[in-house]
RNA sequence: GUGGGUGUAGCUCAGCUGGUUAGAGCGCCAGGUUGUGGCCCUGGAGGCCGCGGGUUCGAAUCCCGUCACUCACCCCA
């Protein structure tokens, strides 16, 4: 054995960071959460609509806002072998809009409401509550000016959230105006925080500057008596807005969902107009509390190029809802297990699991009773001399015990077999492992027999 | 991009101020007589103690570096 000979170590493959794989055993939350929103939308007239992960560049640069910290420093963005730039979206709605401009689909369906469920991309540092690839369920609504849209888009969020098993959320409003509206307050607030610059932390001094509705957001400690003597955007709405918030809340109080107003939400993205909200959690999410975002974008479908078509919409992301959700139990796998003893028997059993699955029944054939040709191939727990045997014993060659704990461990309700004894009876033993009762059924009687006990 | 924390078995973690063959629980495998799961009992497999260097007679343990993960800032779902 030379000292010298070991394989060059390499570095395993993994995820990339950021990224995480949903595995078996934690699909079926998902699952749970995907069905919810298929059925819970359709209630309120949502359709789904899939658009592509990703788009030209230039869509998320003017649809999101070229100062935005997403577009500014957090899409993937890479070159296509034609020169073009592509980008992995980053968030849902400017897909969506540019699928409504491109198709014209408000001029087919004047009532345009839709859902869409898919990963996003962000490159930010991953955190709590934060990957560089999440998923995000997204609702859309288009072509309605009126109030109630934004009460019914906040109220449809809120108690989606509520049906997932959600509690201790807080819903927070605020109106952001009309661009003017928003424009003219930007103004009035970079005049008052220059005057108090000095008491402002570095990144409030810059936001000041580059978009000083941000400030508002600020959470360092030393700038809130500053941020809470400032100008309220509340006082420098138009008066379509203000009466248009003050209804959107009547609504919401009428249809008896809590909300809190606050003039600081501000939201990142530069397409929102008048009412902005976000549903946050109390606890359970570290610092990200934030489970549902999203508002009013009356201007944005026209400044992609499409038809003066105003919108609202919200985005939830989903592991951060995953998080709050309680837990989901594993869904057994596994109707009837057929455990074929004899070889003459594994004929018979294949063609019953053909019979089962056509008749809707989950069968999971056990191969137990496979032999390999090699005389005594080495049996499960044998030591094996070959370096990489972490992978498990094969399950051919298995004990019948070991064959009833593998139906256990699938959650089978039924496990039937097949032996000597019963190939001579022409009947399966059926065994409920509910109940540990065991019975004879006849071979042709197997589904009819499972099925009137599933 | 900037800080803090943590890297030991598939998972969750012990391992005190350096001292023999590195441990537990869970999980996995096998047994507890013939063909019967869960519960219990017994046994077993599985670790370059993240990686590289240094100090030392001796390092999972101390020091430096590096990488990874994680939490937080920024920002957002």
Redo the contacts with the bound molecule.
């Keep these: 054995m030379s000292e010298g000979s ?1 394989p060059p ?1 390499r570095q395993a493959l ?5 990224t ?1 794989d949903i595995l078996p055993g934690e699909t079926a939350a998902w699952h749970r959460v995907e069905g919810l929103a298929r059925e819970h939308f359709a209630r309120y007239g949502y359709r789904e609509i899939r658009t592509p992960v990703f788009e030209e560049t230039e869509l998320f640069a003017r649809g999101i806002g070229e100062d ?3 577009v500014s420093k ?1 899409m993937y963005t890479f070159g296509d072998r034609d020169g073009g730039s592509l980008t992995l979206r980053p ?1 849902a709605t400017a897909g969506i809009v540019r699928s409504v401009i491109e198709h014209n689909l408000s001029n087919v369906d004047p009532l345009l409401r839709v859902w869409a469920m898919g990963p ?1 991309f ?1 490159r ?9 690839q ?3 369920v997204d609702v859309e609504a288009f072509g309605v000016t009126a109030p109630g849209i934004d009460a019914e888009i906040v109220e449809m969020g809120f108690a989606f959230l509520e049906r997932c098993g959600l509690s201790g959320l807080e819903l927070i409003l605020n109106s952001v105006g009309d661009a003017e509206d928003r424009q003219r307050y930007a103004g009035v607030l970079r005049e008052a925080l220059r005057v108090q610059a000095s008491a402002l932390c570095a ?1 409030c001094q810059r ?1 000041t500057e580059t978009n000083p509705l ?1 400030v508002l ?4 400690p030393s700038c809130q008596p500053v941020i809470e003597a400032l100008p309220k955007i509340a006082d420098h709405l138009g008066a379509d807005a203000r009466d248009h918030f003050a209804e959107v809340c009547r609504q919401l109080t009428l249809l008896g969902i809590p909300y809190r107003t606050s003039h600081r939400l ?4 530069d397409y929102y107009t008048r009412t902005t909200f ?2 946050v959690a109390t606890e359970g ?10 508002g009013r974008y009356d201007g944005l479908v026209r400044d992609l190029g499409g038809p003066d078509l105003c919108g609202i919409g ?7 809802l995953l998080l709050l959700a309680p837990p989901a139990g594993d869904e057994p796998r596994c109707d009837v297990f057929l455990m074929p ?1 004899a070889a003459a028997a594994g004929d018979p059993a294949l063609m019953a699991q053909k019979l089962l699955r056509n008749a809707g029944v989950r069968a999971v054939l056990d191969h137990g009773f496979w032999r390999r040709r090699e005389v005594g191939a080495s ?3 044998a ?1 094996s001399d070959s370096a990489a ?2 992978a ?2 094969p399950v051919e060659g ?5 064959r ?6 699938l959650g089978a309700r039924f ?1 039937a ?1 097949l ?4 190939l001579a009876q022409g009947a399966w ?1 059926v ?6 009762s ?1 019975e004879p059924v006849p071979l042709p009687a197997l589904v009819e027999h499972v099925k009137g006990r599933l």
Excluded: N
């Design positions: 070991k170590k993994k995820a990339i960071k950021g995480h935005t910290d997403v957090e968030e996003m962000r930010e540092r991953p955190q709590k509550g934060r990957q560089r999440f998923h995000q990144d936001r941000r957001d600020c959470k360092v501000v939201r990142g993205l976000e549903i999410l570290g610092s990200q509390s934030t489970v549902l975002g999203g919200f985005a939830l992301g989903v592991e951060r003893l049996p499960a727990g030591p045997s972490s498990p014993a298995r004990s019948f015990k070991s009833m704990k593998l139906a256990d461990k496990v077999i032996g000597d004894d019963e033993s065994r409920d492992m509910k109940t540990s065991q």
